[in-house]
């Protein structure tokens, strides 16, 4: 028979009164611990919209940095093998050229950050040697660049025409490269043999590595006087407009005195004063003007020793982007961030790699009005503008878009820089010599396919899941099968018994 309930908690539910039965057991290890008592129950509605937008977006950071460091790794273990090739000792390692410059608006602590997390990581696993050209400021890279590019004109046997005294402490520098590679001649040490590659962050970099890349091939050796002119003729006046005799008003009498020369106002009695040609004040802070304006490319020779074909580069994008209203779309670009990774690794990789480059192209696009005009009075014309069409080079449209999120502080004016060169304002000039000669770093298409079918490989040994987590945790606690050798970047070679 089943139990009759009792009596007094029959009587106590009609009454409203309180049971008086036998209270729920509590857990004794639970109380000595000092834990209070846990009731199951549900979150009340605050919590339930606290919860859920810290879970979903800790989910979606903890989600995208997971792949993010995917990407990375998967583009690690592609260049990984070049690490493990046999150097000669008497053979310098490959080097390539870093170009890093501070986006507009900003410090270089931006392309410096960018840098480490997502190239550094690939060239260190490639066993990659490389030299950083950094600008603090517009211009820095394109002197940097393009006075690089004069010393190894130098170096081949280019003289200036004349001799010009340059700075004592780049001289200097330079002493001190050429004993170091004499040393390294007399002890048969040799330069890599093979291709050595440029990395250029940002457009606003490539801009002024495109410009120095000009300058430095097409500009004389030694620093120009400070009003150069052109030895080709001026650009003719139309006919419709008055020649600068009808302009201006009729010249003063020779035996007249010019009031705004010194020498003509100084006492006769003193002593004739010798006369310098005036050179503009230097700013130490600021770099070296351009030794060649950009409309003087069609009118410079191309240097005998120049080859046919550049070093590849590989400019990469660096976005950067300024301002409180922009906040959805840096968010945005903060949760997604593994696109950026594995665009960028891909990239890296082919330098690396360097299985595959081509060179630049272009493309014929109709001629505006005020690209005619310009090209006119920067006599640049040729037959194509003429006609109407003009050549669009690829390096001209690479990177293109970081434009329209630049600083408002890259397109103006600064006081004081008034006649100067704005390479980041200006529009991008590319001769057709240069541009022909220039290459640019491809990933193919093998390497890429071998790259994802490696890490589905090694994901299906390691096992997916909770085996997965199990066989990390085990080799973290050092209690699993076989780890990992440390490399060579951590400075330990080899294993602990050797």
């Known amino acids: 028979m089943a139990e009759k309930p009792n009596s007094g908690h029959v009587e106590a539910a009609k009454k409203g009164l309180p049971s008086t039965g036998p209270k729920p057991v509590e857990n004794p290890a639970f109380r000595m611990l000092g834990l209070p008592k846990f009731k199951l129950k549900l979150p009340s509605r605050n919590w339930l919209i606290f919860l859920s937008i810290t879970g979903s977006l800790t989910s979606a950071i903890l989600y995208d940095r997971h792949h993010k460091k995917r990407a990375r790794q998967r583009w690690c273990n592609l260049v990984s093998h070049v690490a493990q090739e046999n150097l000669s000792v008497k053979l310098m390692p490959r080097r390539i050229t870093v170009f890093l410059s501070a986006p507009p608006g900003d410090n270089l602590r931006v392309a410096r ?140 009498p020779l035996s007249s005195p010019d009031l705004s020369s010194p020498s003509q106002s100084q006492d006769p009695t003193s002593p004739p004063s010798t006369t310098t040609p005036s050179t503009p004040p230097s700013n130490p802070s600021s770099p070296a003007p351009p030794y060649i304006p ?86 640049l014309l040729n037959s194509e503008a003429a006609n109407g069409e003009r050549r669009v080079w690829e390096q001209e449209q690479m990177l293109e878009g970081e434009e329209e999120e630049w600083h408002k502080s890259a397109w103006q004016d600064v006081a004081g820089t008034e006649g100067t060169e704005r390479v980041w304002k200006e529009k991008m000039v590319v001769d057709e010599r240069i541009g022909a000669r220039m290459r640019l770093f491809e990933l193919a298409s093998e390497e890429a396919e071998r790259g994802f079918r490696e890490e589905a490989e090694k994901a299906k040994e390691v096992g997916w899941g909770v085996s997965r987590w199990m066989n990390e945790l085990g080799n973290w606690i050092g209690i699993g099968g076989e780890q990992e050798t440390p490399g060579w970047e951590m400075g330990l070679v080899g294993t602990e018994d050797d």
């Open 113 to 252: 950050e960018h840098f480490h997390e997502y190239i550094k990581p690939i060239l260190v696993a490639g066993a990659l040697d490389w030299e950083v050209v950094e600008g603090r400021r517009e211009g820095d890279v394109r002197a940097g660049l393009a006075e690089k590019i004069r010393k190894l004109r130098r170096t081949n046997g280019e003289k200036p025409p004349l001799e010009s005294s340059g700075d004592s402490k780049a001289e200097v520098k330079e002493e001190e490269e050429n004993r170091l590679q004499q040393m390294r001649q007399q002890s048969d040490i040799d330069d890599w043999h093979g291709v050595q590659g440029d990395l250029i962050l940002g457009r606003h970099t490539w801009k002024e590595y495109v410009r120095g890349v000009h300058e430095g091939w097409l500009g004389p050796l030694s620093v120009p006087p400070p009003e150069t002119h052109s030895d080709h003729d001026p650009p003719q006046l139309p006919s419709n407009q008055p020649t600068t005799s009808q302009q201006l008003p009729d010249p003063l």
């Open 294 to 379: 950009t409309s003087d490319y069609p009118h410079s020779q191309l240097p005998l020793s120049s080859p046919d074909s550049f070093a590849p580069s590989l400019p990469l994008a660096l976005p950067h982007l300024l301002g409180f209203l922009n906040t959805p779309v840096r968010f945005y670009r903060f949760l997604t961030q593994r696109h950026l990774a594995d665009a960028t690794g891909a990239a890296v990789a082919a330098l690396v790699l360097d299985t595959q480059s081509r060179s630049f192209t272009y493309s014929i696009a109709a001629a505006t009005s005020a690209d005619t005009n310009e090209a006119s009075s920067s006599r």
